[in-house]
């Protein structure tokens, strides 16, 4: 009864006797097999098939060798099956080789799985390739308005074309400059990540004013703060001044988090921002209060 073929053969290779699911498979009965040297067995194998089949039985009868082939055989269900034969030696009480058998496995189901994971592989690829490209053409795109944005931007600030007036436009100038900027590094790392996949990301360690960079980005997340009715608290008496890291990632670790905190923290609560040097490392640390800080 096990889900497997069974085969047993003389020293003749004459069918001694096969199994329930051997039978099954070629639609067979075992008046028609037994007591045969393989003619039935040999009707549903190729000419090269049925030579590498007496080989290999011949080898097990002479040196008691196993030997595994992997074959397409044609079913009582008239369906195409993988099927993996390993022939064995049979000794009898005396340990001399009196028989060879055979385990037929069907491999069908597990090969079309195979096939299956393959494909859908194949197409996995495909769409990656497929979004990274488009990331990257898009990117390229977005890099030339933002370019002239950040062109413009810096002339005001400089005052190129004489001064701006009221200080406000020095301010607003500031923004967009710093937005455009940022903006700009966003699409630089979507340019890194279709990268990524293709070789490894390289961090750019630089030294950096990390209060700097964190009052940068509180600037730029001030906005969404007024708006959210949220207050960003920075505690940084014992953070570093400056630091080596990768100034673009750090500035988009804070902007991702502070961001987040600001957007999940209710209304009238604040985020508290601290950092603090231990050995060599830096630690970031953003707290939600749920009640504004007094």
């Known amino acids: ?35 045969q040297r393989g003619r039935v067995i040999e009707s549903f194998q190729s000419s090269q098939d049925l030579d590498v089949m007496r080989g290999q039985e011949q080898g097990v009868l002479n040196k008691g060798n196993w030997e595994t082939r992997q074959v397409e055989r044609q079913f009582a269900d ?32 597990l090969a079309k799985e195979k096939q299956r994971a393959e494909e859908a592989r194949m197409e996995a690829e495909s769409a ?19 370019n002239a944005i950040i062109g413009f931007s810096d002339t005001m600030l400089a005052q190129i074309f004489g001064p701006k007036g009221s200080e406000k436009y020095s301010e ?3 923004a967009i400059s710093q937005s455009g900027h940022h903006l700009l590094d966003l699409v630089n790392d979507i340019l890194d990540m279709a990268k990524i996949e293709s070789e490894p990301y390289e961090l750019s360690p630089e030294p950096f004013n990390l209060k700097e960079v964190i009052a940068d980005s509180f600037q730029l997340i001030q906005a969404l703060a007024d708006r959210n009715r949220v207050q960003i608290v920075e505690r940084l008496s014992s953070a570093p ?3 080596t890291a990768d100034k673009r990632a750090m500035r988009q670790i804070l902007l991702n988090l502070i961001s987040n905190a600001v957007k999940f923290t209710p209304e009238g609560g604040s985020v508290v921002v601290s950092a603090t040097a231990s050995n060599g490392d830096l ?12």
Do not use: C
């Open 1 to 35: 009864n096990v889900p497997v073929g069974l085969l047993i053969k003389d020293a003749d290779q004459v069918v001694v006797r096969p199994n329930k699911t051997f039978l099954n498979w070629y639609g067979l009965k075992p008046t028609d097999i037994v007591g």
């Open 78 to 109: 008239g369906q195409h099956h993988i099927v993996n034969i390993t022939k064995f030696p049979v000794f009898d009480k005396h340990g001399s080789i009196t028989k060879v058998g055979s385990v037929s496995v069907d491999l069908t189901e």
């Open 128 to 146: 990656n390739h497929a979004k990274s490209a488009f990331l990257a053409n898009m990117s390229h795109e977005l890099r030339t308005p933002l």
């Open 172 to 174: 607003y100038a500031k």
């Open 241 to 243: 001044s400056m630091v």
């Open 283 to 294: 630690s970031l640390i953003h707290i939600s209060e749920p009640t504004r800080l007094q």
